[in-house]
């Protein structure tokens, strides 16, 4: 066996039998699916038993954590393929997806990790062309994330040298991870739609839009800006881990580049949101802006911090 796809489920129990045909579908056979479940309450667990009693490719696991972060890490241990793909219980995958990223893959030994195009449907239906060359993704890893997390296909030893993902970045998992991974090889995407990613109201990105957003800028100020130590990335909580980084920066007393000024805003937005925001660290945070206040982005900063 080659190929392990994990599918993370929380009471996603609507879509999930649809996800694991689609998959049943591919026309690379020798596959293993591994449906995580994560804390579910609705009836996906009994899905999954059903269609894995049916196909001996199909094995359905309880996670031993709370949350994605923790269901995706449960299913990497219970794998030791070459090669790890991704989807999500409420998309679809067209049958020659895997077949085709794992013939890229095997055919470029620099790739460490491979998305694809996608479709979105369902309120929000829309192409999703994504960059395929692997020099601009690299590129615009800077500035955000180049790759649709439910399309990947990964090699298991690379994901596993990085400590696999951090519950620091959740809602934002994949991005740092792509981050780390951008030092073992090359990241790219086939320009082929060969996901449908379904769009609802309920979904992570629309539900926690400003924690996304908070984890997505702590990855990029970690990966990107200066070291200013810090609490256990793979156990720390993301609210706690952005007041880390808030206070570690505050006590550092480094001056704030312009570049890390956006970042720096949807941090505190997320902190205060939160009430995590104290005065005297708000205060001193300002203090920091002395040498860029005359800057938009400092301005914008400085109005953030007020809220």
């Not at 709370?66 to 049958?95: C, K, Q, W, Y």
């Not at 491979?114 to 615009?140: F, H, K, Q, Y």
């Not at 995407?189 to 990613?197: A, Y």
Request: charged share 25%.
């Amino acid at each position: 066996m080659t190929v392990a796809v994990i599918m993370p489920v929380r009471n996603g129990g609507r879509f999930l039998g649809e996800a694991l045909a689609s998959m049943q579908r591919q026309s690379l056979r020798d596959i293993l699916m591994l449906v995580v479940d994560d804390s579910s309450t609705d009836d996906s667990m009994a899905i999954a038993a059903g269609h894995a009693a049916q196909d001996p490719r199909i094995r359905a696991i309880r996670s031993n954590g709370r949350g994605i972060v923790d269901a995706l890490n449960h299913g990497l241990a219970h794998t030791d393929v070459d090669f790890i793909a991704r989807m999500d219980s409420d998309d679809v995958a067209e049958p020659e997806r895997l077949e085709r990223q794992l013939a890229a893959m095997m055919a470029n030994v620099e790739l460490v990790v491979l998305g694809t195009s996608a479709v979105a449907i369902g309120e929000n239906a829309a192409a999703m062309d994504m960059e395929p060359d692997p020099t601009r993704v690299n590129a615009l890893l800077r500035r955000q994330n180049p790759i649709l997390h439910p399309t990947v296909m990964m090699r298991r030893a690379a994901v596993e040298r990085t400590g696999g993902y951090r519950r620091a970045f959740t809602y934002a998992e994949d991005y740092d991870l792509w981050l780390r991974l951008s030092h073992m090889g090359e990241l790219g995407n086939l320009p082929q739609r060969l996901m449908r990613l379904r769009t609802h109201p309920a979904q992570t990105s629309t539900v926690n839009r400003l924690d996304q957003r908070a984890a997505a800028a702590l990855a990029r100020l970690r990966f990107f800006g200066p070291s200013i130590g810090g609490e256990d990335p793979c156990a720390t909580p993301p609210a706690e881990a952005v007041l880390d980084y808030l206070e570690r920066r505050h006590s550092s007393a480094l001056p704030i580049p312009e570049a890390e000024m956006k970042d720096i805003a949807i941090l505190l937005r997320a902190s205060h949101r939160h009430g995590r925001l104290p005065a005297k660290l708000r205060v001193g945070m300002l203090a920091l802006l002395a040498a860029n206040r005359h800057s938009v982005a400092a301005l914008r900063l400085k109005l953030a911090m007020r809220l």
